[in-house]
DNA sequence: TAAGATTCAGATAGAAATGTCTGATATATG
DNA sequence: CATATATCAGACATTTCTATCTGAATCTTA
């Protein structure tokens, strides 16, 4: 099967996208987040703790406890999600999946498929959990998508 | 880890890119093969069977025998191994994960990944081998990555 | 027609990703 | 301070993907 992100990166973006929905105050739990979206709630909270560890999301324990948004929605962008989950092995990769492929030992679709990864990269970059959050905010569409309503 | 194809995808990639590079009415072996691009023997000859199920290849046992591409070259756009392998679950599957994700129904970025994975789909449905052998042809720098020379 | 070379089919093994379980640790609240 | 609730850490289980093994079927050639 041929994808782009990790299973459990998907659901790493889904849950900051549901928690982006939540009051900035509040602390959003595993159990919460795992009902609503029907993620498996002990993987979600590996999945969490991945972006606890890279200053994504901040957690604490005990009642009222949970994860929230460690910084700014608007300094969050998608690609520092993927990039804390998966890596960005796939930014340098031949798609092609020679082992050395590079510009100047290019293989047959390298430029092309360059151009492809870029614009790829630049959404992920540019598209910032604060502009998402209001785009939800704003349909209730993407509400329902997220469970919440 | 993310990636866009699956490893035994990049393999099938790989070699009938190798044997374009082939006159056209040997057979290769899946033995000369493996050993030019460094893939497992085994899986090889598992991933170049699926390719002949799918038409895109046939085969030939006994000595001299091995495996070629069925059809003209130019009728083989790298999208048809892609589908052969991998299918095209990645051209309809939300690239978020949402279960549920439809023009009717979008998540918030559906519309900008439906534009990139469109281009991907172009993409591969364009370039065919027969332009990609050409290219191998006239580059030394792609045979050597090809294990020709 | 015999021998060797090759694909083919199915079973098995290993590795990586995903999912689960148990107990430890920290925190809010009565 | 005790209790309940939550994350956290590490081990374990399951599933999927990748890789290997064995023998059967088929073809070429001497």
Redesign the interface.
């Known amino acids: 099967?041929?994808?782009?992100?990790?299973?459990q990166?998907?659901?790493a973006?889904?849950a900051v996208?549901y928690m982006s929905a939540q009051s900035e105050k509040r602390f959003t739990n595993i159990n919460e987040i795992s009902e609503r979206l029907?993620i498996p709630m002990p993987f979600l909270g590996k999945t969490l703790q991945l972006l606890v560890r890279s200053k994504i999301l901040s957690s604490q324990k005990g009642p009222k406890g949970g994860f929230k948004l460690a910084k700014n929605p608007s300094e969050i962008a998608?690609f520092h999600i993927?990039d804390a989950i998966?890596?960005t092995?796939?930014m340098t990769?031949c798609?092609?999946?020679?082992?050395?492929?590079s510009s100047k030992?290019?293989?047959?679709?390298h430029s092309?498929?360059g151009v492809?990864r870029d614009?790829?990269h630049q959404?992920l970059a540019n598209?910032t959990i604060a502009d998402?959050s209001k785009?939800?905010t704003d349909s209730k569409?993407?509400r329902?998508?997220l469970g919440l309503l």
């Open positions: 099967m041929s994808l782009i992100f990790s299973r990166c998907e659901y973006l889904q996208l029907d998608l993927v998966d890596g092995y796939f990769s798609v092609l999946g020679f082992p050395e492929c030992s290019p293989c047959p679709v092309e498929w492809l614009r790829v959404m598209r998402i785009e939800i569409q993407l329902a998508k």
